[in-house]
């Protein structure tokens, strides 16, 4: 496994002008060596500082949520309380020297960790008044200030901030370093066609969104292993219904794995599922993508409505045209039962599927689909019945 070490990339020192700062420490941060400060500040002041400890970057240069309008809104129409309304910006820095007299304090190796989002709806508002030849107001943002060079703990505010907000567990994860493996497994049998997405600002066909990847990949854990913390081996419906629990449990079995304070045989169970996972994700995200479109699936489309075998149009097509797009909630049954064929070769995990089995499965989930599901993708990717008739029933 690969132990990610928290590295500082910002630049050495950024000189912030403010109208009041005020030295908040208490009587635990000076015996451990930190300093907090809260500062107001003019809005152009922030623009430059980096984000590169942040757990994301600003999103709003390619899709703007309510969020960005919202702050966008207050600096328009609300300025004379944005300091109040907005939540403000948490910066850490190695050292933070102020001087009363000009006013600036000079941070070091300073890096925006919470309100990334703020910074860079102020950029843009600024940008376009710039644009317009208009002046920029005295719009004041409040400014934390944390002072330390420990960097394990800006690694942990980073992440305890951004936790208090709730940013995505993908972020949050990729901050420690849960996805690197899975990166250099992507990187290295699929690059440069596909790169791992770990952060929600990564956006575009080449990224593969990591939370589908990790629960593409529980559905595919040998069966025999098992996942860990899962007393059922063959119902896996959570790998379809929830990305959430399929990250938890993948960064659970990351920890485990090299944990020497964990049970000595979850921990060697742990580490089994979590190089299998490594050594198998190129084929299992191709075998994913392939199941999409699987040309098995042609011979048993009926209309939509239409009563008797076969799948419903439109969960196994595109919307638009005849080309094949089969609806998760029916392929994720089918993985599970692949996941017999995820076995030990020569050191290393392999998928190997004999002939004729992917067939049989297809036969299988349409009966699971039309039996025990009401020809709903949606309860038959949630029902457990579904994954045992499948896992059971098709041709091996």
Same mark, same amino acid.
Request: proline letters at 5%; hydrophobic letters at 35%.
């Given at each position: 496994?690969?132990?990610?070490?928290?590295?500082?990339?910002?630049?050495?020192?950024?000189?912030?002008?403010?109208? /009041?700062?005020? @030295?908040?420490?208490?009587?635990?941060?000076?015996?451990?060596?930190?300093?907090?400060?809260?500062?107001?500040? /003019?809005?152009?002041?922030?623009?430059?500082? @980096?984000?590169?400890?942040?757990?994301?970057? =600003?999103?709003?240069?390619?899709?703007?949520?309510?969020?960005?309008?919202?702050?966008?809104?207050?600096?328009?129409?609300?300025?004379?309380?944005?300091?109040?309304?907005?939540?403000?910006?948490?910066? #850490?820095?190695?050292? %933070?020297?102020?001087?009363?007299?000009?006013?600036?304090?000079?941070?070091?190796?300073?890096?925006?960790?919470?309100?990334?989002?703020?910074?860079?709806?102020?950029?843009?508002?600024?940008?376009?008044?710039?644009?317009?030849?208009?002046?920029?107001?005295?719009?004041?943002?409040?400014?934390?200030?944390?002072?330390?060079?420990? !960097?394990?703990?800006?690694?942990?505010?980073?992440?305890?901030?951004?936790?208090?907000?709730?940013? $995505?567990?993908?972020?949050? =994860?990729?901050?420690?370093?849960? =996805? !690197?493996?899975?990166?250099?497994?992507?990187?290295?049998?699929?690059?440069?066609? +596909?790169?791992?997405?770990?952060?929600?600002? $990564?956006?575009?066909?080449?990224?593969?969104?990591?939370?589908?990847? #990790?629960?593409?990949?529980?559905?595919?854990?040998?069966?025999?292993?098992?996942?860990?913390? $899962?007393?059922?081996?063959?119902?896996?419906?959570?790998?379809?219904?929830?990305? %959430?629990?399929?990250?938890?449990?993948?960064? @659970?079995?990351?920890?485990?794995?090299?944990?020497?304070?964990?049970?000595?045989? +979850?921990?060697?169970?742990?580490?089994?599922?979590?190089?299998? *996972?490594?050594?198998?994700?190129?084929?299992?995200?191709?075998? +994913?993508?392939?199941? $999409?479109?699987?040309?098995?699936?042609?011979?048993?489309?009926?209309?939509?409505?239409?009563?008797?075998?076969?799948?419903?149009?439109?969960?196994?097509? !595109?919307?638009?045209?005849?080309?094949?797009?089969?609806?998760?909630?029916?392929?994720?049954?089918?993985?599970?039962?692949?996941?017999? +064929?995820?076995?030990?070769?020569?050191?290393?995990?392999?998928?190997?599927?004999?002939?004729?089995?992917?067939?049989?499965?297809? !036969?299988?989930?349409?009966?699971? *689909? @039309?039996?025990?599901?009401?020809?709903?993708?949606?309860?038959?990717?949630? /029902?457990?019945?579904?994954?045992? =008739?499948?896992?059971?029933?098709?041709?091996?």
């Amino acid at each position: 496994m690969t132990n990610s070490k928290y590295v500082k990339t910002s630049e050495p020192t950024a000189n912030v002008q403010f109208f /009041s700062i005020r @030295n908040i420490s208490n009587p635990d941060d000076n015996k451990s060596g930190r300093k907090v400060h809260v500062a107001q500040v /003019s809005i152009d002041q922030i623009v430059g500082v @980096n984000t590169d400890e942040n757990v994301r970057n =600003y999103t709003g240069e390619s899709r703007k949520t309510e969020v960005h309008r919202k702050i966008l809104e207050t600096l328009q129409s609300g300025s004379e309380r944005f300091s109040v309304l907005n939540g403000g910006i948490v910066i #850490v820095t190695d050292e %933070a020297t102020i001087d009363d007299k000009t006013q600036t304090v000079t941070l070091r190796c300073p890096s925006i960790i919470n309100g990334a989002q703020t910074q860079g709806v102020i950029k843009d508002y600024i940008e376009a008044l710039k644009k317009d030849n208009l002046p920029i107001p005295k719009i004041y943002v409040k400014v934390e200030i944390i002072e330390t060079s420990n !960097e394990e703990l800006r690694r942990e505010i980073t992440i305890a901030r951004n936790l208090q907000n709730k940013v $995505q567990m993908l972020s949050i =994860y990729g901050v420690q370093g849960v =996805y !690197e493996d899975l990166a250099q497994s992507i990187a290295k049998g699929l690059r440069p066609k +596909y790169i791992l997405q770990v952060s929600e600002d $990564q956006t575009g066909d080449e990224y593969i969104p990591v939370d589908k990847l #990790v629960q593409v990949l529980a559905a595919l854990t040998p069966m025999s292993l098992g996942i860990p913390d $899962q007393d059922e081996k063959v119902n896996r419906s959570f790998c379809y219904s929830s990305k %959430a629990k399929c990250l938890r449990l993948y960064q @659970n079995i990351w920890t485990a794995a090299d944990d020497p304070k964990e049970d000595a045989q +979850y921990r060697a169970l742990c580490k089994k599922v979590y190089e299998c *996972y490594q050594a198998i994700a190129p084929t299992a995200w191709m075998l +994913y993508r392939r199941w $999409q479109s699987h040309p098995a699936f042609k011979q048993y489309i009926r209309p939509d409505g239409e009563k008797g075998d076969g799948f419903d149009r439109s969960h196994v097509c !595109e919307k638009k045209g005849d080309g094949l797009q089969v609806s998760d909630g029916i392929l994720f049954p089918i993985l599970t039962a692949l996941s017999n +064929y995820v076995v030990p070769v020569n050191g290393t995990w392999m998928i190997e599927i004999p002939d004729g089995v992917e067939e049989g499965l297809v !036969e299988a989930a349409m009966f699971a *689909y @039309n039996t025990f599901s009401d020809s709903n993708p949606q309860t038959m990717g949630k /029902s457990g019945p579904v994954y045992a =008739y499948i896992n059971k029933h098709h041709k091996r």
